[in-house]
């Protein structure tokens, strides 16, 4: 076992805090877990990894209390617990920190972090004063600038998951629980949410950390516990695990590369942008993406990227400007014609643009392609079935049938299935937008590998990506946008975390920061 | 995953690797709320044949079917319109306004044919600026159509005042209210059938009918998928004006009569009728077999509760609940499989605890 450049906590660990043993959970005929074993301590950052479906949200739940487990023991600080609300979690000093938050948009951030338990004076009146004190102290002790004044709403899901930090400081949690906090963060917010979890694992608290990106789980934590189908697999110091040991435990088999990528012969230009423009959104935009290459568009979220997709595929409106493919001009917002020119776009949030999630499998899968489908203007559902089965099985989509809710299968499958939906439609140039966020690891292995060998088939790529790790590993030439501007273009062989993080930040700050966060990887 | 798998070719495979659907034909027909509508107009009808003297006789099938037909003549696209997650409340000011240009054109002098044609334009017109108003410059279809109810039906008023033009050419009033031999059956229901089959295709059976499904539960993912959102939503207003203007028509001959304040309030009936078959009121849900049986649930219980003298009042209370209960029903079903499944789940989970 290869062992990593030590990244030892600077703090000593203490005593168990939490501790589950050979805790199981069915939902009717679906264990979704069986002995589920886990131990938190007190200054520690214990990250839980697993891929999608391995019981890690389960889990999570149970601690929240939003579960209630059906065998096995539970203990907090020595005591058996049984939680039959969240409240009563709360209560106990758990608190649980979600990918999006969900704050009341409309109260202010003081009144949020104090919802249910504000401070009071006589007469049953809100002591608004010692509240926003409060919430000022915390700010400070977690060296953040959020005017406690403000509404919630409008806050970045970064400052979001701040508040929802200060909370659990407020009501002095001894447990942490983070799911996924850094899905929809930029580098340097990953970099203050980790400095404030590090100054909570000092304090003596006790944090869990849920995470698919191994880079941030080698930077933060320090053991590790793998899941797998619903079961626990392993714990270990994180010093004793590298990569590649880690993904074999968490699929179950060798994963022979998370980035295979094959060389292409790169063809005529496919797609051209010229002068694109869109005020208060993106500026001047010019590039090309030819046949077999795959193109990584960089920068950091809300650099205006996935609005130059959009707009080239005709989801938006632009200013001025022009796009062709492969010489025939696109018209502007006219998503039908950039489809029959061979445009496809696989868009960043599969869960609001890339699927309904209460139609079956098959009516997603044939959503772009149903017009090509009909005869003499009339659908049946033998040919939409028959198209869906085919594609289905090509991507390995995991359903149990064609008319399965598209919702309630795993955020891997649902990827599938909009890429899928996206590859019937037999484009020339292929857009994807965060092609592999928030998916396992066995899966996104899978999707590099398809985009690769598509790249391979001739057709032109254009990869918007916030995985820096992704973008070096996929791209045959680098794009990074800031402040929606091109700022620069790199080809492969130049292309490593600092250029692209500089030409995205222009700030050697955020250098800094990207490369703390990827360097034990690397 | 082997090379072939991601080829961009045409589908190769012609072997099922899925099962199709999740459960049986007969389940997915059968255990849907339409066909629950289906089987609550059966029993009505059954009940009300059986316990009413001569409610089951052709003549009283003919008046009911006279009755209901612009009901179902407007449900046709309101049903549509419903799935996209829009609303269109001014069909019946439509259907007023259709009467009385019928009316003041006929009575002015012109042919009836040509009188009825203007009357189906100015139909298309009224759902073009209901389309135009929603669709391009992006108003609420429910402030839109309150406001446009108001307009159209003021405009009628305001062309006839309180005058009424009767005295329409007898062949189309006798054709409109005749029916096919003893059967009870009126002419117009060829109409009604033509018109349900071409909306039963155009919604179930076609890429644009996916489209209104796709815009009703999600409206972005239709947008990224190719499907012309407001194109479609603006069709679906013209074809809501047609229809209404075909009913206002229909009415006229009917009724033998034009006047401002005719079928006011027959679009909260639709809009009852629609929803009790089975439509979403939030879109994207829905099927005409489930409207169809609604609108005539409704017209056969309306026409049985005359049938025995109660007042229009004491049907309208009735008809409501009927609405009330049926959009309740879903949540309460689920509500109580809920608790059903838990107090099971509690029963299994309590015998593991006591080996513990």
Partial sequence: ?522 | MTDSSTSLQAAPYRSQSYPYYSSPAWKRFFLTREFAVVIALIIVAAVASMSIRKFSSPLTLGYLLLDVTPILLIALPMALILISAEIDLSVASIVGLSNVTLGALFDAGWPIELAALAALVLGIVCGAINGFLVTVVGLPSLAVTIGTLALFRGIAVGILGTRSVVNFPEYWTTLTTSVFGKSGIPYVMVLVVVLALAFVLLLHFTPFGRGIFAIGRNREVAAFSGVKVQRTKFILFVLSGLVAALAGIYFTFRYGSARGDNAQGLELTVIAAVLLGGVSIFGGKGALHGVLAGVLLIGTLQSALRFVNVTSDVINIIVGALLVASIVSPSLLTWLKGKITRAAKEGTSKTPARHA
Wanted: hydrophobic share 45%; proline share 3%.
């Fill in chain 1, 1 to 522: 076992m290869i062992r990593l450049s030590s990244h030892s906590s600077t703090s000593t660990v203490g005593d168990v805090v939490l501790e589950l043993s050979e805790v199981s959970k069915s939902f009717g005929a679906v264990r979704a877990l069986r002995n589920g074993e886990l131990t938190l301590r007190a200054g520690s950052i214990h990250a839980l990894m697993g891929e999608n479906g391995a019981g890690k949200s389960t889990i999570v739940k149970i601690i929240a209390g939003l579960y209630h487990r059906d065998a096995g023991s539970f203990t907090l600080d020595g005591t058996e617990v049984d939680f039959r609300s969240t409240a009563e979690s709360k209560n106990a000093g758990i608190a649980v920190i979600y990918q999006e938050p969900t704050l009341f948009p409309d109260l202010s951030v003081t009144e949020n972090i104090f919802m249910g338990r504000q401070p009071m004076k006589s007469w049953g009146r809100i002591d608004r004063a010692a509240m926003r004190k409060h919430a000022q102290e915390l700010f400070s002790r977690l060296d953040v600038h959020i005017d406690p004044d403000r509404p919630a709403q409008g806050l970045s899901i970064a400052d979001q998951q701040i508040i929802e930090v200060a909370k659990a400081m407020s009501l002095d949690a001894k447990v942490l629980v983070m799911d996924e906090p850094t899905a929809a963060l930029s580098l340097a917010e990953v970099d203050r949410l980790f400095a404030i979890a590090r100054a909570l694992r000092d304090e003596g608290r006790a944090l869990l950390f849920i995470s698919h990106r191994f880079e941030e789980v080698y930077a933060l934590c320090d053991t590790v516990t793998v899941m797998r189908d619903g079961e626990y697999i392993s714990t270990d110091p994180i010093d004793e695990t590298d990569v590649p040991s880690l993904v074999r435990k968490m699929v179950g088999r060798d994963v022979a590369s998370l980035f295979p990528k094959e060389e292409a012969t790169i063809g005529d230009v496919a797609l051209e942008v010229r002068n694109l423009n869109s005020t208060g959104t993106f500026h001047d935009i010019s590039f090309t993406v030819r046949a077999g290459e795959i193109v990584g568009l960089a920068g950091l979220v809300g650099a205006g990227r996935s609005e130059v997709a959009r707009a080239i595929f005709g989801v938006d409106n632009y200013d001025s400007g022009h796009v062709s493919v492969y010489g025939e001009s696109v018209p502007r917002k006219n998503t039908a014609a950039a489809m029959k020119l061979g445009v496809a776009l696989v868009p960043e949030d599969r869960r609001q643009q890339g699927l309904i999630l209460d139609f079956g499998v098959a009516r997603n899968l044939t959503l772009s392609i149903c017009r090509g489908l009909a005869r003499f203007g009339l659908l049946s559902s033998k040919a939409e079935n028959l198209a869906a089965d085919g594609w289905a099985q090509r991507l390995q989509v995991k359903s149990h049938s064609l008319a399965t809710a598209a919702g309630t299968l795993s955020g891997g499958n649902q990827q599938k299935i909009v890429l899928a939906k996206w590859l019937a439609a037999q484009p020339r140039i292929l857009i994807v937008d965060e092609p592999t966020r928030g998916i396992d690891v066995g899966t996104k292995a899978e999707v590099h590998r398809m985009l690769s060998q598509l790249a391979g088939q001739g057709l032109a790529i254009l990869m918007v990506s916030s995985e820096l790790p992704e973008v070096l590993g996929m791209a045959d030439r680098v794009l990074v946008m800031r402040e929606g501007r091109i700022t620069s273009e790199i080809p492969r062989a130049e292309a490593t975390a600092e250029t692209v993080m500089f030409a995205a930040t222009h700030d050697r700050q955020q250098v800094l920061a990207a490369t703390n966060v990827m360097e034990p990887t690397q």
